[in-house]
């Protein structure tokens, strides 16, 4: 008697809706809110054991509403549902960073329409988009790690590998230049190189260091600086295809590997900032 008085009381001060009501003014369909149900998304605060007729609290209305937004933004189930059940505090956070994602993923797709573009106008394709500069090159002393690999392991291994050999340069006191990788075969998804990490440092760090050292020969280079979004595969083609290019309206050779300079914080910058110049030795 005293549960029932309860569960009365409380529907006095906030009346049950019937599931069309609650749809009309959550602007979500009766066929979402069934859905939403069977997924504990939006879960009826009564449900008729005979009828099975679908009963809400106005007080929903708040987390109906919040669904339509986040819906709006095409933002999937999986993450609507962890956005609603999040604190409070939460939510603002985890809607930041959903949307992080899709800017990242925009940027990547806009990158990748401007590759198509050049690789289906043909060899005439314009490649005005990249600037294309020289510059000379000192011999460095480089730590150094090399594998065979191919496109679907590249991403994997390229961040593990050089933050191993920065990791042992910070140890000796520091890098000496930017972190470059080196193509000395090609990479797809067929071919698998090699491809060869560097890390700049000192002689003193050289000879310190557990990983393998060499020296990369002084060489004069063409290069084409890219973002962030640019270095995604397989729009980054369009910058190597660039520079060759360029090598070859110049009447020059290319004299070595084609390479990948990284000279800012991967993890800091955004789509949009520059990252990464693609380079080819020339003579």
Request: hydrophobic letters at 40%; proline letters at 6%.
């Amino acid at each position: 008697m005293e549960e029932r008085t309860a569960a009365v009381s409380l529907e006095s001060v906030e009346p049950l809706l019937t599931i069309g009501v609650f749809a009309r003014r959550s602007r979500l369909s009766p066929k979402a809110l069934r859905l939403y149900d069977r997924l504990g998304l939006l879960i009826p605060a009564h449900v008729d054991d005979e009828n099975g007729y679908r009963r809400y609290r106005e007080s929903q209305l708040e987390t109906a509403r919040l669904v339509v937004m986040l819906r709006r933004l095409d933002m999937p189930l999986a993450r609507v549902a962890e956005v609603v059940a999040a604190p409070d505090a939460r939510r603002a956070d985890l809607v930041a960073s959903y949307w992080e994602s899709v800017e990242r993923r925009t940027a990547s797709q806009r990158e990748l329409v401007a590759h198509l573009r050049i690789r289906l106008s043909g060899e005439e394709g314009s490649y005005e988009m990249y600037e294309i500069l020289e510059r000379d090159v000192p011999e460095q002393l480089v730590l150094t790690e090399q594998r065979h690999v191919r496109v679907p392991e590249l991403s994997e291994w390229l961040p593990a590998a050089i933050g191993r050999l920065v990791e042992m340069a910070q140890a000796g006191g520091g890098m000496a230049a930017p972190v470059f990788v080196i193509y000395h075969g090609e990479v797809n998804e067929d071919s698998d190189g090699p491809v060869e990490i560097c890390v700049p440092v000192t002689a003193g760090q050289g000879a310190a260091a557990d990983a393998p050292t060499r020296r990369e020969p002084a060489h004069r280079e063409a290069c084409a600086r890219i973002t962030k979004a640019q270095v995604e595969y397989p729009q980054i083609l369009s910058a190597y295809d660039a520079v060759a290019h360029w090598i070859d309206a110049q009447g020059r050779s290319v004299a070595g590997s084609p390479r990948e300079v990284y000279f800012a914080d991967w993890d800091a910058a955004a789509p949009t900032d520059e990252v990464c110049d693609i380079a080819y030795p020339v003579s």
